[in-house]
Every structure is written in C-alpha cells, then in structure tokens.
C-alpha cells in the first residue's frame, strides 16, 4: 500500500517538473522576443540605454505615442501648483527659521571659539580694537586731506574750474566729474595717510586674519566715500548753479545727508555680513547678524523715501506742475515711491529667506538698486554730454558759414520785447495764438529722447544681472528673437523721427518768411510755398511707409509669412476702388488741384458756397477758416468753381459821395498827390504795386456824385490800405473844403395837401424814404448779400 502510494506521487513531481521545464523554455522564448522587440522600438525611437533585471524583463521599455500622452498628463496632475509650492517654501522657511533660532547659543559659543582661535593673542577684543584704531586712523587721515590735500592742492583747481552760470551738461558735466575725481583722490590720500600711520606705529601685523579685518575696514571707507561722492556730483547740494535735478538748495542737501549716510551703513553693514560668513564662522550667526543689518538699512531707505518723496517728485516733474507734463511723468511721478518700497519690502524678504534657507546670495537687491541708479545716471548724463557739444559745434560751424536757416540768438528780439519793427503798425493788442509743437521738434531733442530710452534699457540689464547674475535665459530662442524685434521697434521709432523731423525742418523753411495772419481778419494775405502745401501730404505716405515697412520686418522676425497680406492688400485695395468711387473721385481730384498749383495753404479761395482761408490739406479733403471764424471741411470733388483772392495782385476799388458842386478836377488832383505821399510811407508804403489814383466821377445819383479811387496791392495787404486810405482821404478832405453828400430822399406831395397831411401820412413818407436809403445802399455793397469782408 505504502509503496503503491509512493510511486504515484513520484509520477506527479515528474509530471509537474516536465512541464515547469517546458513553461520555462516557452517563456524564455517568448521574453526573447520581446526583448528584440524591445531593442528595435528603442533604436527607432532614440533610446541608447536599456534596462533589464534579473529575470530579463526590460524595465524602461518605450512607450506607444498614446502611452507616452498618458504619462504626460499624469506627470502633469502628479506636479503641485504655485500656490502649494509657495506654501511647502513657507514652510520650509518657517521650520528651518526655528531650528536655527534653536541652535542660535552653541553657535554663539562655536563663533567665539573661531574667533579666539584664529586671534594673534587669543584675544575676541582684538578684532575691536583693530577696528577703533584703523577707523581713528581714517578719520584722522580724512581730516588731513581736507586741510592739506583739499584746501593746499585740489581747492586751486577746482576752484578755477566753477562758472558764474553754467548752461547744460556740457558745462556742468567736465566740472561734476572733474571734482568726483578730486573727490577720489582725497579719499586715496586719507587712505594711504591711515596705511602708513598704521605700519609706522604697529608695524606689520604679518596675521592673516588681521589683515583681512583691515582690508575689509579700508574696502568699505573707499566704497563710502565714492557713492558720497557720486551723491554729492549728482545733486551738488553746495553750488546750486552746476545742479542738474529741480532741487531746491535745501531739499538738495537733505536728500544728499540722507543718501550718504545710508550708502555708507549699507556698505558697512554688507561688509561685515561678508566679513563674518569669509571669517568660517558659524552659518547661523552669519545668517541672523546680515539679516538684522539688511533689515535696519531697509527700514532706514524706507524712511529716506517717505522724507524726501515730495522733492523727488517734483525733480521727476522738472519743478513743472502736472498739468504741464505728459502723462508717462505723470504716472512715474506718483507711482515712483510706492513702487520703490515695494521693491525694498521684498528685497529685504528674498534676502532672508535666501539666508535662512542657506541658498547662495549673489548681490543683495538694495545694493543692485543702487547700481542701477547709478548706471542710469552715468548712462544718460555722458549721452547728454556728447549730444549737446555735438550740436553746439554743428550750430557754430554753422553760423560761421552763414548757412541757411540758423536761427541767430537776436533775430525778432523786437517782437519778443513788444516793439514793431519797421513798415509795421500796431492795429490791435491782440497777441497770436501759440501753434503747439511736437515734442520732439528737433534732432538734438530726438537725440535726448533716445538717450532716455538706451539709459532705460542699460538700467534694465543692469537690473536682471542684479536679479539672476547668471541670467541663463537670455540665450534662450524666444528671449533673443523678442531682443530682435525690441532692437527692430528702436531703429525703426529713430527712422520715423528722423524722417518727421527732416520733412517739418522743410516745411519751416518754406513757410518761415511767411506771417501767419491775425484771427478774425479779412483774409486774402498771400499763403506759403507749393513746397510747404505739398510736403506735408508726403510726410503722411513716407510715414506711412516707415511704419508698414517696420511692422512688416517685425512679422519676418517673429516667423511669420507676410506674402498672404500683399495678396490681400491686393484685393482690398481693388475693393475700395470699385466701392468707394467718391472717395477715389476726391483723392484724383485733390491731386489735379494740387498738381494745376489751383491753392496752396494759408491762401484766401471762394468755391461758391464758402469761402475762407485753407488752413489744412488732406488726401480727399481741404478745410477752410472763414474770417469770421467758421470751419468748413471740403472734399476735393464736390469743387466746380475755384477763385483765389491770394495770387500776384489785388486791386481795390473804393466809391465816395460827394457833393454836386465839388470840383472833380481838384478832387483828382488831391488823390494823386495823396497816393504819391502814401508810397512813400514808411508803414504802407512798401505794400503797394500801384498808386493811390482817382477814376474820376464813374455815377450820378440823386444825391451825390460817385467818385471812385483805386489802388493795387499785394495780396492781404488791401485791407490794411484801405484803412489807411480811408483815414486819409477824410483828413484830405476836411483841410481842403470837399464836402461827402450824404443820402438824400425827398418826398413830395400834392401842394393842396402839403399842410393837410396827418401824422401818420408824415411817418408813411419817412417809411418810404428809409426803405429808399436802404435798397440804395445794398446796391453799392453788392446785392442783396453783399461782401461781408
């Protein structure tokens, strides 16, 4: 029984180890293949390493294209948001903050064993007493370059150097920077005065942790002492007439003691952070003295920015009110400050917590602030400096060369202190309207404004360095191709303007002779040159294509095919022409005006319906100012009939009363001595083609004889010699007896009504006599409508 049993259970572990045997071949069979498999997914897909274990299976396979989609989208949902990485670094913060607030004592106690360890005597207190005597020697030294180096040497110098009244950066500049020099100098002297008293009385220390000490010591005197320095050339609080800013003397010195005081705590503090983390003494102590440090110099340039925020403010304005500045003043005027302690608040904030958490503090952010500000300035004062002696030169060299168009410093100053100058009269108190300019009217503003931007930019850059010294990412594609379009906007906004300005500097050129013409005059003066109409229609097209040409360059850069908008272009332009006939029937007939020279600007024209002077030109329409003041905008094509009352010459005719028993030959005889007295008048002389002559008697009305005068002028000049004309005639003919008729009616009646007529018959005949008078005079002023000029 027993052996019966045995062999059956030997035929089952036979049984069962054949067929284990025969599963393991077919599995090694099959993670072969797979294997294979395996390897020629990797080579399609890039992969160079595979990892297999002990049983062969591959770990790493690559994944299918909708597999790898999946794991992407789970990695995705497996990364934390914002928010929970700022929490998890909050609180990070927060338990390392305590730990090392925990280990603060023992590494207090580890700080004072460095300390006695690396003393020449073993000694913490001769650290201090390194510092009193180096800083006593400074003092002493600095004094001495004030009496000695400053008023013996550097005060003939400087001295020599200051103006009365300096004008622009290119006189202020060489003097600030020169006294900045001097300024380093001094410093220098005081320092190698405090080095050689030092070696003199102590000797060599020949202690590496001494001289460290004192390097650090001597390191941050000489920074101190330039950034006051720096201060005192950028605000000059102590000679008003060299300071460039909009301070007031008092604001100016206390905004300079502020600054200087905090810039030598700053470094100071900074150093000595330095000093304790190069000395290898313990983290934690390093950690908590440069914090608290940072904090008071924080608090210290918060407080600097709420006492000095006013001045500022007004020195950002130029001591303009707001009103007058543009709005990007403005903004920056207000916005300055809290934007500034803003950036001082967290600065302060990084830097603890790159402290607590012991990441590597590279430049602390107040510092950098100061760098950036000091790069602006020195930026932006040198491209001042170089621009104003540029044009300075250009404007000498081209007064010496009597070349047209420069402006000589007393040409109109007769206008400017309120006199006429010859040939003119004053006929009203009335002063004209100032026409706005560009802000950028000239090159050399054109240039000002471009040193803003570029100092802008170099504080801008200086500003990332501070904030990632490394500052990887700007060699990434996307941060060079928006370097590229950025570089693109600034050449083409400098193309624009120089374009603008060229074309203006034209149009000043031809119309610089010409007087604008007094508001609510008659109108008809002569206007400016075809060259002054045409060109400011070519400035439009060329600025146009400026614009498109940069907006276009600037699609290339970003990649983008601009080949679609031609073609589209295309078609919208055949649109436009087939829809808007009107509009291409102005645009025509404008050009045939302008090209038949029909009207120039500033011209006097009548085109039926209006009339007035042509104040503005466009594409498809013109506008004219009626004297009267009215604005009228016409489109070039709604005109049938032109007339030009502003070419060549004008000639006046003027009809007078007279008596019937005037003698006309005396009365022609008058007016041609009066118009030769008139030609040679200072005022209005010089206006008149032909003389005041008399045509003699041209109607005879009931009244009066009609005696008509005549006189030819220059266009606009009529009715200024029509006044005069008018005044002299009166006179003439007061001293010679001619006596003007006046409007007559007479009313008859029957003789055996004469002195039966009732009153209201008598105001009926006044009635008719006065309707009389007035019909008379609407036919000498023209019609019905008459000429109201």
């Known amino acids: 029984m027993l052996q019966s049993l045995f062999r059956t259970l030997l035929c089952l572990v036979l049984i069962f180890g054949s067929a284990a045997h025969a599963g393991a071949q077919e599995s090694d069979v099959s993670g072969a293949e797979a294997l294979s498999q395996a390897i020629e997914q990797a080579a399609e897909n890039g992969v160079s390493v595979l990892v297999v274990d002990s049983s062969g299976r591959l770990l790493n396979a690559p994944l299918e294209t909708g597999q790898e989609a999946d794991a992407s989208a789970s990695h995705a949902m497996e990364q934390p948001s914002m928010l929970m990485k700022a929490q998890s670094k909050v609180a990070a913060f927060r338990a390392e903050l305590n730990s090392r607030l925990e280990a603060l004592p023992y590494s207090i106690f580890e ?18 007493e390194v510092l009193s005597w180096s800083v006593l020697f400074l003092l002493i030294g600095r004094w ?76 941050a005197f000489f920074l101190a002492r330039t950034v006051s320095d720096l201060w005192r050339m950028v605000l000059s609080p102590f000679l008003a007439q060299y300071r460039i800013p909009v301070f007031s003397d008092r604001d100016a010195k206390r905004l300079y003691v502020w600054a200087s005081l ?19 003494l313990n ?23 709420l006492v000095n925020g006013r001045a500022i403010s007004n020195a950002i304005r130029a001591g303009r009110a707001g009103e007058e500045c543009s709005w990007l003043v403005r903004i920056l005027a207000v916005a300055w400050a809290p934007l500034l302690m803003a950036y001082m608040a967290f600065g302060w904030l990084k830097l603890a917590f790159d402290l607590v958490l012991e990441k590597d503090v590279s430049i602390p952010l107040m510092a950098g602030s100061y760098f950036v500000l000091t790069t602006i300035l020195i930026v932006y ?55 706005a300019k560009h802000p950028i009217a000239t090159y050399e503003d054109l240039a000002r404004r471009v040193a803003g931007i570029l100092a802008f930019v170099v504080g801008a850059y200086s500003l990332v360095i501070v904030w990632n010294p490394e500052a990887s990412w700007i060699e990434t594609t996307a941060a060079e191709r928006m370097i590229d379009v950025t570089v693109i906007l600034f050449i083409g906004y400098i193309v624009y303007h120089l374009f603008r300005i060229w074309i203006d500097s034209k149009i000043d050129e031809e119309v610089g002779d010409v007087e604008p013409g007094e508001l609510g005059d008659e109108g008809g003066a002569g206007g400016a040159s ?42 919208v332009g055949l649109a436009v022409g087939f829809g808007s006939q009107t509009l291409v029937r102005d645009i025509f007939s404008g050009a045939f005006f ?26 498809r329409s013109f506008q004219l100012r009626h004297h009267l003041g009215a604005l009228h905008t016409i489109p070039f094509g709604e005109i049938k009939v032109l007339t030009n009352y502003s070419r060549d010459w004008v000639m006046m005719k003027l009809p007078m009363r007279v008596t019937y028993d005037t003698d006309v030959e005396k009365v022609r005889k008058l007016i041609k001595k009066l118009g030769q007295q008139l030609m040679d008048d200072p005022v209005v002389g010089h206006t008149f083609i032909q003389p005041l002559k008399s045509q003699g008697v041209i109607e005879m009305q009931d009244s009066a004889m009609i005696i008509r005068v005549k006189f030819m002028t220059k266009p606009g000049d009529q009715w200024i010699v ?48 006065q309707a009389a008078i007035d019909e008379d005079m609407l036919e000498d002023m023209g019609g019905p409508h008459g000429d109201d000029r």
């Open 111 to 128: 700080m004072q064993y460095i300390l006695r360890q690396t003393s020449p005597d073993g000694r913490i207190l001769t650290y201090v």
């Open 144 to 219: 001495l370059s004030t009496e000695i180096y400053g008023k013996r040497f550097a005060k003939r110098f400087v001295v020599a150097r200051i103006l009365a009244r300096p004008e622009g950066y290119e006189e202020k500049m060489p003097f600030l920077v020169f006294r900045f020099l001097m300024g380093i100098g001094g410093t220098v002297f005081a320092m190698v005065f405090a080095a050689l008293l030092s070696y003199l009385i102590f000797g060599a220390s020949g202690d590496p942790s001494i001289e460290f000490t004192v390097t650090a010591i001597y390191t």
């Open 262 to 280: 905090l810039a030598t705590y700053d470094i100071s503090s900074t150093l000595f952070a330095t000093w304790v983390g190069d000395f290898g």
């Open 283 to 305: 983290y934690n102590v390093y950690a908590m003295v440069y914090g608290v440090l940072a904090l008071v110099g924080t608090l210290g340039n918060l407080l600097m920015v």
């Open 381 to 435: 004062g040198a491209i001042n400096y170089v621009i104003e002696r540029y044009f300075r030169r250009s404007r000498l060299v081209a007064a010496a060369g009597g070349l047209p168009g420069v402006e000589e410093s007393d040409a109109g100053s007769a206008f400017e202190d309120g006199a006429s100058p010859e040939g003119k009269e004053d006929f009203d108190d009335e002063e004209p309207v100032p026409q």
């Open 530 to 571: 075809r060259l002054a109409t045409l060109l400011p229609l070519f400035r439009g097209g060329i600025l146009a294509v400026v614009l498109v040409s940069i907006v276009l360059i600037v699609l290339l850069e970003l990649g983008i095919n601009v080949s679609p908008l031609f073609a589209g272009a295309g078609v």
């Open 594 to 619: 302008l090209i038949d020279d029909a009207f120039r600007k500033g011209e006097y024209i009548d085109i039926g319906d209006v009339k007035g002077t042509v104040e503005k030109i466009s594409v």
């Open 722 to 769: 029509r006044k005069r004309v008018y005044q002299e005639i009166r006179e003439l003919f007061a001293r010679e007896g001619v006596k003007f008729a006046h409007r007559e009616v007479t009313v008859r009646l029957a003789p055996d009504h004469a002195e039966d007529a009732t009153p209201k018959q008598k105001e009926a005949a006044l009635g008719a006599a």
